[in-house]
C-alpha cells in the first residue's frame, strides 16, 4: 500500500526533461579516432528522436577536453531540476594504474574521482552513466551512488583492452530488438542486456577470449552485477530509466496537453517494474490483482494519448 501510495502522489508531477551528453576520448589512432567519432555522432542522432524536451549534447575532439567536460557539466547543473533525468555517456579508452581510473581525452586525462564531484552537483534525481572505454569496471565503485545507475564496459580495471561495447549500445538506440517488452520505450535495463549478450556473442562468434565483461550496479551497492534481477536487487532503477522513446511520444510531449499524461505513463510502467520485482514476497492472488488494476490503468492513459 505504501508504495501505492507513493506512486499515486507522483502522479500529479510535471513531465521532466531529459539531458544526455555523449564524449568521444582519444582514440590513439587514426582508426579509432574516427571509429570513437563517427559512434557519438551516430548516438547524438539516435538520441534526438527523443523530442523537444530531451536536450543532447556531445563532446568530441578539442570540446572533450578536461575543460571542457567540466564546464558543460556544471552549465547543466544549473539549469536542471531535481525530477529532471540525465545521462553522461563515454566512448573511447581509458586506463587504471592499480588506484586511479583515468578517461583518455585530448590534454589532461579526467579522473572517475572528478567526474563523481562533477555527477554530484547535477541536481536531477535520475542520473545514468554509462561508460563504455577500457578498464571502465574500474570507476564503477567510484561512480556508483543511490539513484544513479552505472554501466561499465568492463568488470575491472585489469579488462584494458578496446572495447566494442560501444558498438552494441549504439545497435540498443536503433535496433527494435532492444525494446523487449514491446512497449516503445528502450530503458537503461533492456539497452544493456541487448549490448552485453551482444558483446557476447561477438566474441563467440570471432572465437576469441572475452575481454570484456559489462557491468551494472543501480543500488549504489559498488559492486555492480552481470545479470541485473530481483534474485540481486540490482536493475529496478535501470528499468525505469528511458534511453529512447516511441516518436509518437516524443511529438506528444510537445504538447502541453499531453505533458501529464506521458507523465503518468512513465509513473504506471514504473509501478509495474517495481511491483515485478516484489512478487516473490507478494501473495500471488495480491500481486494479480495489483497487475491487473495497473495494466488496466496503463492502457487507458495510453488510449488518451494516442487520441
Known amino acids: 500500500m505504501r508504495m501505492l501510495l507513493i506512486f499515486f502522489l507522483a502522479l500529479g508531477a510535471a513531465r521532466a526533461s531529459n539531458y544526455f551528453v555523449t564524449i568521444a576520448g582519444l582514440g590513439g589512432t587514426p582508426e579509432y579516432e574516427t571509429q570513437f567519432k563517427q559512434w557519438a555522432a551516430a548516438m547524438d542522432k539516435a538520441l534526438h528522436v527523443n523530442g523537444g524536451d530531451c536536450h543532447v549534447e556531445t563532446l568530441t575532439g578539442s570540446a572533450a577536453t578536461r575543460q571542457g567536460i567540466r564546464e558543460t557539466l556544471g552549465r547543466l547543473a544549473g539549469e536542471m531540476k531535481p525530477d529532471d533525468a540525465f545521462a553522461l555517456l563515454m566512448i573511447g579508452h581509458g586506463t587504471y594504474d592499480g588506484v586511479e581510473y583515468k578517461f583518455n581525452i585530448p590534454g589532461p586525462d579526467i579522473t572517475a574521482q572528478e567526474l563523481e564531484s562533477l555527477l554530484n552537483r547535477i541536481p536531477a ?89 559489462a ?93
Open 125 to 213: 534525481t535520475r542520473q545514468l552513466v554509462v561508460n563504455m572505454t577500457s578498464a571502465s569496471g574500474a570507476s564503477l565503485p567510484v561512480l556508483a551512488k543511490k539513484n544513479r545507475v552505472v554501466i561499465t564496459a568492463t568488470k575491472s580495471g585489469t579488462e584494458k583492452n578496446a572495447t566494442v561495447f560501444a558498438r552494441y549500445w549504439l545497435d540498443a538506440l536503433q535496433n527494435a530488438a532492444a525494446d523487449t517488452d514491446k512497449n516503445g520505450t528502450v530503458s537503461a535495463l533492456e539497452a544493456f542486456r541487448y549490448t552485453e549478450s551482444k558483446t557476447a556473442a561477438y566474441f563467440q562468434q570471432e572465437k576469441l577470449l572475452a575481454t570484456e565483461h
Open 215 to 307: 557491468m551494472l550496479d543501480d543500488t549504489g551497492a559498488k559492486t555492480g552485477v552481470r545479470d541485473p534481477a530481483p534474485s540481486n536487487a540490482q536493475g529496478l532503477l535501470a528499468a525505469a530509466f528511458p534511453v529512447i522513446r516511441p516518436p509518437a511520444e516524443a511529438a506528444a510531449a510537445q504538447k502541453p496537453g499531453k505533458q501529464k499524461l506521458l507523465a503518468k505513463k512513465e509513473q504506471l510502467e514504473a509501478a509495474i517494474d517495481r511491483l515485478k520485482y516484489e512478487k516473490a514476497a507478494m501473495p500471488a492472488d495480491d500481486y494479480k490483482k495489483q497487475l491487473s488494476a495497473l495494466l488496466l490503468q496503463l492502457a487507458q492513459t495510453q488510449q488518451e494519448i494516442d487520441q
